[in-house]
């Protein structure tokens, strides 16, 4: 295997997608990232001098919305599915 | 003939001369349902009251003139990723176990707009991550035609309620091959159109730029129909497209005369196995016997699409699914210490394996050091693709190939080796990186009696093309149904 | 101890004035319940997908052009990934790759003389929700109202040496942003927000010192201060041999002071990547040249105007026109009452006074033009002396008084009444007769006091020309 994942990469990915794995997870982890980061490894074979980057596949411009209100008193919809509610705001865990 | 094995278009001819009621049909594909779900398991939710309260409301409706498609009155099962309001959608997972969406995606609404009557959803790959309908986290789909098989996936739950005769049609997605893999896999048609004619807004992301919604029926016939309901221009989804030419049924037309079709000789070569082989070049040999012009050329860079696709779709999943964190819906973990602890016990508990792996690897391909490296090379690769396939279609007016390399592997064997599943959608994914329009048409079975899938590939926006080669090869067949439907 | 210089660049969130959210119609009104201005585009509600608002995107063009910005006539949203509550996507819709304006820049004025600071360049994004924190419980709060309302990024090159530039830079800013009219860019309601980028060195250096980032400046005081605090801060720990780490720092206003925002969680590795769910901008020269078409009358263009059509000095114009609403107060005032001159007095004079004993911006005036010129009109007929009429606008000013109303319910008007007012002078004189005799022989000012003993009686409502013509008919 080309790609070594060590464990400080998988710790600082779990950071960045917030997942924490276990000790079994973290081993698989490490394993599957490495074995697939080879195998995309092979588009290194493909000279993509000069290509540009496609994010979108059809020339497709300037959709745009006029600024004109059209929704209203969304509240209800919004916290029909909120785990913990308080006074009409979603409840977390203290940010500061 | 049970009312089961009528195709949507069919039943919708008899509901509109009133030979079955929309209650009568909509009881028997529920009756159905009850019947053979601990079979299959197709389905996630089934919505029985919704579904007979609907039923009434349509019917009345057909009698007063209000309804007059085709598929008005038609019972059908939508795939557990679009959001459908006051009806749990939960993408298979467990993040979303109790997720009641407060809107119904456009392409569903276009459906109810027709008079379609909503069974339930069906069951997935969690997120549409997979290509079996095993990483489900409300249990595996089984293959109707072999409960010992997997459906494919990830629209497996929509693929096996159709060739079980529990729906008469479903909505399917189409990421990497999503509706055209297990529609192969389960002896029935599947349409993934080309990017932006079906309105994404609705349905809950996996990979943005590749993600299509598509029907899935008994044959090509139903297949467009659908298609012509569900294509709209919509102001919602930015990336939708506006097309004046979404009259797909008038292609269903049994002419291929003076056709081009282009065989990718790089689709034929190592690891398909050979009873596909001899099934989709004898498909070949009927399209030419109709008069198309067939022939064999050299795609290029086949290999390298599997890759691109793993790399673009993980980057855009990672981000996708960084909504799911407990905080406005779906599942928070019960124990928690501060925000972070929260966040990550949530999104540990809540998403199942391949999911994980997916929006790890897609975290990591657009860290900070590898954007370029990673995630602008698929792009570049990405580009080189759609070159290909632009100097095919200079040539050809379609791409005849398979839809999967095998028919539906066993239960249980596919999971331990992620990159092995993964090249299963070897001839699938190129096109959703190119955003042109596939159709997988059953084109036989192999000796253990699994389905066999014929795909056909067009350019951007000529679905038109695919679907009168397909309604023209079907035509050269008897329809197969799976022993769950023929009994 | 060596000389240190100061290198500040700063970047500014600018709430667009739009009435509508940048990607979905929730309306942008200020306050409102918790939640009630969402939808499931701005909450990230599984399956919602963004559409872009084309107003956003010509208010950015519109302050790129008035910047001196080159406008990227080929641009694109990116996602940029992070973890925090107030973002209900986790990610922000922003722009890196392709910004919308690049490469401008606006000259400022300090007592050190005139200088340009550059701008690197300016990006549409979406603000957050708000977090309020609850101690109790233990717990914060989420309100999406905010989230989605439409920011442009002003980042500027690290071209400022002190805190008189950086709050000259926004002031100027500021002005260009609201003659636009694409944002009122208050400072206090967040509507214009401040990060400042800080590092120091030697004098004669040429490499820049590692900086740090301050948020959460709510004020040009808390500016000022921050920017004090933290090159002093930098100085010592150089000074003291030790090194200034890269990080963010977090202002707070109420101890004068700010702190490090340092989390292991917090990996600041945002994953950029372009936005998969909106389509690219292209932005045509026949586009640019309508947005600079509509663009409203620029700063020099009303100073030359107010000179030529008001005919008011110079001097006076300068200072009205410095203030997008002080100009447009003018204008509405001088349309009604035609006395530009008057106006332009009273809103020199008087509201400047009034602003800065209040420490009010110019933005915080609420009064009607309407109600000034009622005033103007009440002290030119004369039925207000000067001083009644300044308390007068005093109430104006304070609570938006009709000020003919206010007059009469107060009665207020001055009293020319020649029989009342001749009848309380003769009291007055017979009351004070060493000053009778003191302006008899000669002493001409002890009429002075005089006029202010009636004045005084008549509770200032006397016209005091009047005043004086009947005390010298009666002194004779």
Redesign the interface.
Known sequence: MANVISDE??E??????????NKE?QE??KK??G??LD????????D?TG????????P????????????G???E????????V??????????? | MSLMQLTAVELGKKIKAGEVSVVEATEAALNAIEAKEDKVNSFVTVDREGALKQAKEVQKKIDAGELTSPLAGVPVAIKDNMCTEGLLTTCSSKILGNFVPTFTSEAVLNLQKAGAVILGKTNMDEFAMGSTTETSAFGETKNPWNTEHVPGGSSGGSCAAVAAGECFYALGSDTGGSIRQPSSFCGVTGIKPTYGTVSRYGLIAYGSSLDQIGPVAKDVTDCATILETIASHDLKDSTSVERKDTDFTSALVDDVKGMKIGIPKDYFGEGLDPEVKEAVLNAAKKLEEKGAIVEEFELSLVEYAIPAYYVIACAEASSNLERFDGVKYGYRTKEYEGLHNMYKKTRSEGFGAEVKRRIMLGSFVLSSGYYDAYYLKALRTKALIKKAFDKAFEKYDMILGPAAPTTAPKLGESLSDPIKMYLGDIYTISVNLAGLPGISVPCGVDSKGLPIGLQLIGDCFQEKKIIQAAYAYEQTREPAFSPLLAE | MKQYETVIGLEVHVELATKTKIFCGCSTEFGGAPNTHTCPVCTGMPGSLPVLNKQVVEYAIAVGLATNCSITQYCKFDRKNYFYPDNPQNYQISQLYLPICRNGGIEIETAAGKKTVGIHEIHMEEDAGKLVHDDWTGSSMVDYNRSGVPLIEIVSEPDMRSADEVIAYLEKLRMIIQYLGASDCKLQEGSMRADVNLSVREVGATEFGTRTEMKNLNSFKAISHAIEGERARQIELLEEGRQVIQETRRWDDNKESSYAMRSKEDAQDYRYFPEPDLVPIVISDEWLKEVKDRQPELRSEKLERYKKEYDIPEYDAEIITGTKKMADIFEATTAICNKPKKVSNWLMVETMRLLKENEMEAEDISFAPENLAKLIELADAGEINSSVAKEVFEEVFKNNVDPEKYVEEKGLKTVSDDGALREVIEKIVADNPKSVEDYNSGKKKAIGFLVGQTMKAMQGKADPGMVNKILKEVLG
């Open positions: 990469t998988i600082y990915v779990g950071i960045l997608a917030k997942l924490e794995l997870e698989r982890a599957d990232m074995e697939m195998y995309i490894d092979k588009l290194n074979e493909l993509t290509v540009e980057p496609m994010s979108h596949v059809f497709v411009n300037n959709v745009f919305r006029e600024d004109v209100v059209t929704n008193d969304g509240h919809a919004t916290l029909a599915n909120a785990p913990e308080k006074e009409n705001a979603f409840l977390v865990p203290k940010t500061v």
